[in-house]
């Protein structure tokens, strides 16, 4: 399953857009003002790390199978409704650290 249906499986359709070229995606947060959401992005990364995913970028590679794959996927069914549960009720509540800065 891609990840944007996943994202639109939690209802995170319009917070989480994953795009681009197949062999380089990129993916985004937005928060409900529609604006890049930098908090969101810091949970969903705290949560993979969490899920034993580090994926500050996605970054295919001829190693990535069908079990790292489903181990994403995995992954991805716990974090995202734990991203839900954030924009629902305030990701600050959530987060364990510092927001992630752009550099």
Not at 29 to 38: A, P, R, T
Not at 59 to 66: E, Q, V
Request: hydrophobic share 40%; charged share 25%; glycine share 4%.
């Amino acid at each position: 399953m891609t990840m944007n249906l996943l994202a639109k499986k939690y209802k995170l359709q319009d917070n989480f857009i994953a795009e681009g070229p197949s062999c380089s995606p990129v993916y985004s947060f937005i928060d409900n003002k529609g604006k890049v959401s930098l908090s969101l992005r810091t949970l969903f990364l705290q949560e993979m790390i969490k899920n034993k995913i580090l994926m500050p970028w996605i970054s295919l590679s001829f190693r990535h199978g069908l079990k790292e794959l489903k181990i994403t996927e995995k992954a991805l069914n716990k974090v995202f409704p734990i991203i839900r549960s954030a924009i629902d009720n305030g990701v600050d509540k959530y987060l364990e650290g510092d927001v992630i800065k752009p550099v």
